[in-house]
């Protein structure tokens, strides 16, 4: 499988992409940052349902906290990215083109997916840390204590917010494969992604709030986010395994079983 | 472990259903090993699909064979022996040539240090950093045989490579098809036309609705062709006497409108000529025109498909 994800780190360290991927991570950063600090009160409720005030922002994962709770509304753009770049992979020949190099389809497969997830894993860490740097800025202005945040508990809470959104993207990663494997056409299977995991389950959660528990989007977004009112870290963990487990198994049934005729 | 054999690829009774259509059908031939096999048959009789099974992209519902002397249901066994061009040559548009030629090498562990050599032999050695997607459609198709190469393969299997191209684009593709087979290795290239391929092939294999017409070596095939005669006199109205002079000579020829047709074995024209020319002198009639005709490949192809369709 290494093999595979060489070849994929071929595709996408690539200047341009590494640049688009410094300009968004940046982007990211500021917008995680500028948000999150601008909008927390003392006590209040922050983004997310989740309770970002100006103390836990002063507790020990401080520093980390804008970088967790902004990161839970990327899953979807993950989500979406892995469904565009797998469907194309299908519609566009190039999967097929890896099997004749490699016949062993579930390899080819995961390892496709994992070397994009190695270069997201990188990004994250980059704007991890661009959040971390900005967090402190932003704290000066609104007046937030930082000494916490360089404690070995602030580098504990640094690490587990960086598994859990890495855990959440890993999640939003396969149910994109897998939509990307069903339909093997990326306008399809992109509309049906969007749909889902875009109104519909927000719609459905807006009107029946236990849907915040269930839904496969919205429990990843709680992992990212590192749980939620709603949902707790724990809960969102297991049912977030349960939900990949079985879209892993279905993609996998599928692509050793099926034909490649594209 | 490589498997030493004399036959490049055995196949029988492949079948190949989607639901109750039936794309391949009890196909049943061999490839000998160093022979260009030209893969012959209209759109839709089954060739693309025949070639996908071979290299273990499609399952048949029915039939086994063999590959290098492996068995068809293990590819990854002959695989890294095997190159192919199948369908439309799919690369990563944004990435150059060299780079979409590095990540087929770096998954199928084969050398890169070959990739500048295969540009070369593929005529693109001054166009390896442009990407993909400015390729020309020749030029596309050449980086797909570049990517087949990758390995050294013993078996190139190339699935229509002159598709869309322009006869230029044709001659060359036959060109390197012939560079290619000149190492000894087996090649099995498909195409709809066959006179794009009897230049190039010294074996031949045509399929119509997923069934063989015809598979061995093309000098049997070309024997098989006939030759034809056309006569035609000053004089139309003598036709039908001169029809029965050459019969009465022991030439059975078919009347035309305008026109006598004799047919024959192509190694008889010359004989038959001669024979029909001094029949028609002593009657007295003066021919104006005694002119051979080959049938050429294509045409016979043409009638095989004809007849498998009737």
Known sequence: MTHVIRAQLIRLLRRKTMVLAAVGATAFAVMAATTVFSSAKHGGAGLGGRAVTLETLAGKGGGTLAFATAASFIGFFIFVTFIALMASEFSGGTFRALLLRDPRRLRVLVGQVVGILIVIAGIAAVAELLTFALSFLMAASRGVPTSAWLSSGGAGDAIKNYATVLAGVGGWAVLGTTLAVIFRSAPLALGIGFVWAGPFEHLVANAWTTGNQWFPGLVLQSLIAGGTNELALGRALVMGLVYVGVAATATLALVATRDVTA | ?310
């Open chain 2, 1 to 310: 472990m490589v498997a030493m054999t004399t036959t490049a690829l055995s196949v029988r009774g492949l079948t190949k259903r989607y639901g109750s259509r039936v794309v391949v059908d009890h196909l049943t031939l061999e490839v000998p090993a160093g022979v260009v096999a030209g893969f012959v048959g209209p759109n839709g009789a089954g060739k693309t699909t025949t070639m996908a099974m071979l290299l273990g992209l499609v399952r048949p519902t029915s039939g086994a064979g063999t590959v290098l002397g492996h068995p068809l249901d293990h590819p990854a066994r002959f695989l890294p022996d095997v190159g192919a061009l199948i369908e439309s040559p799919a690369f990563y548009p944004a990435l150059s040539g060299i780079k979409n030629l590095r990540m087929l090498a770096t998954v199928g562990d084969h050398d890169v240090d070959r990739i500048p050599a295969l540009l070369e032999l593929v005529g693109l050695a001054d166009r390896g950093n442009d990407p993909f997607r400015s390729y020309s459609l020749g030029m596309k198709q050449r980086l797909g045989i570049a990517a087949a190469l990758l390995g050294d393969p013993r078996l190139l299997i190339l699935d229509e490579p002159s598709n869309g191209l322009d006869p230029q684009g044709m001659r060359e593709m036959r060109e390197l098809i012939a560079k290619v087979a000149a190492d000894g290795r087996t090649v099995l290239v498909s195409s709809h036309v066959l006179s794009e391929l009897e230049q190039v092939c010294d074996w031949l294999i045509m399929i119509d609705s997923g069934a063989v017409l015809f598979a061995g070596a093309v000098a049997d095939f070309a024997a098989d062709s006939d030759a034809a005669l056309t006569i035609a006199t000053t004089r139309p109205a003598d036709l039908p006497k001169l029809r029965q002079v050459f019969a009465d000579a022991g030439h059975l020829v078919e009347l035309g409108d305008d026109r006598l047709v004799a047919r024959m074995h192509p190694g008889d024209l010359d004989a038959v000529a001669a024979d029909l020319n001094r029949a028609a002198f002593d009657a007295g009639i003066v021919l104006t025109e005694l002119s051979p005709k080959h049938t050429t490949l294509q045409d016979r192809y043409l009638s095989l498909v004809d007849g498998s369709t009737r």
